[in-house]
């Protein structure tokens, strides 16, 4: 039963027919996990928050930085260093002292999601990498949870509702992941900062309509979204028979290996513990950052040549063809890119930097700041 307290906070929700008493109801009583407390996750937590969805969970590992806040909603500049589960947390409980915040540390992965799944209504997809999003619909689709599917890149954004029981799944829209560097993330390519803030309400507004059970979800169709024009167009979506997850005979029967599965790895890449060792060794390598400028005077690795990623063809002439050469980014796309332009023109000993400067931080040398 709702309190007098909270039949005069959700007032206007219990004026529409279509929700009233018992929808209020159904969303106090409800639980929804979001996946990723990053651009999609905050503007989702919030709203879903303020409808008095009863039991929220967060998963993240990150913390606050200053290039979230164009962006990410749930954190304000004195958030900046700490980290996001707690900032969160602080502010939706302020927003909404009657629900539960249960937060999740770390990331979600093949050990720990079924899980974590296991005790929530639905879920809600912010993440921004193919290896989580492709983990959350298999472990949403095993454990017959409704996934509330976003993406965003640049202007453009998608939403989508994927219920294997109901319809299809992430893997029948997408059954292979892109090649690597073919597909930046927002922090390779950019994102407009309101583009999130769309993407992730349409994320809460189909959450509460499956509590609730009205209007009609987006099981089926995929809504893409083209902030610069602002077009909203629709695409009816199949379940594929042949989908190995959901279709007639699913050969997926448990979680795998994501990161293999999006990530193999290539000939023409080196990890970071490779590259370290080497280093170590005294071995003649150049480095070439293809990051941006202000990326590369943020910090970058000790000897690096700086050649921006759109210089590399007019600046072929400043990179030795007779020696071993590893080139890197942020996270591998766009180095990725630059090895196989390389190649192309008869570069030989060109290595590409697996999981780029983040991956050098966060398993080499922790003091590196990437921006």
């Not at 993440?127 to 993406?151: E, Q």
């Not at 400043?318 to 196989?340: F, H, K, L, T, W």
Request: aromatic letters at 6%; charged letters at 25%.
């Amino acid at each position: 039963m709702l309190s007098p307290a909270e039949l005069q906070r959700y007032s206007r929700h219990l004026l529409l027919p279509e929700i009233g008493e018992e929808g209020q109801e159904r969303l106090k009583k409800a639980s929804v996990l979001v996946v990723g407390a990053g651009g999609l996750g905050s503007p989702a937590a919030i709203y879903l928050a303020a409808a008095g969805v009863g039991r929220i969970g967060l998963v993240d590992f990150d913390e606050v930085d200053l290039t979230n806040l164009h962006r990410q909603v749930l954190y304000g500049t004195s958030d900046v260093g700490r980290p996001k589960l707690d900032a969160a947390r602080a502010r939706l409980q302020d927003l909404n002292r009657d629900i539960e915040i249960v937060t999740h540390a770390g990331a979600l992965t093949s050990e720990n999601a079924m899980d974590v799944i296991a005790g929530y209504d639905i879920v809600v997809d912010g993440t921004d990498n193919f290896p989580t999003r492709y983990l959350v619909n298999d472990a949403c689709a095993l454990a017959g949870k409704p996934n509330v599917y976003g993406s965003i890149f640049r202007f453009d954004g998608q939403v989508s509702v994927f219920d294997a029981g109901n319809g299809p799944c992430y893997r029948c829209l997408y059954p292979e992941p892109p090649p690597p560097h073919l597909v930046p993330s927002c922090a390779e390519g950019g994102v407009l900062g309101v583009l999130p803030g769309i993407v992730g309400t349409i994320q809460a507004a189909e959450a509460i309509k499956l509590i609730t059970g009205t209007g009609t979800p987006l099981r089926g169709r995929l809504l893409l979204i083209d902030a610069l024009a602002m077009r909203f167009r629709e695409l009816k979506l199949r379940k594929n028979p042949a989908c190995p997850l959901c279709g007639e005979q699913p050969a997926i029967h448990q979680l795998i290996d994501y990161e293999g599965f999006c990530n193999p790895m290539h000939e023409t890449e080196i990890t970071v513990r490779q590259l370290a060792e080497r280093l170590n060794a005294g071995e003649d390598l150049v480095l070439v950052d293809v990051r941006e400028t202000y990326e590369y005077q943020t910090d970058h690795l000790q000897g690096a040549q700086h050649i921006p990623l759109r210089e590399v063809p007019h600046r072929l002439g400043e990179i030795p063809r007779d020696r071993d050469v590893v080139v890197y980014c942020r996270s591998g796309q766009r180095s990725g890119r630059a090895q196989q332009f390389l190649a192309e023109h008869g570069f030989s000993r060109v290595r590409n930097l697996r999981g780029g400067i983040s991956a050098w931080a966060r398993e080499i040398d922790p003091t590196v700041r990437v921006a």
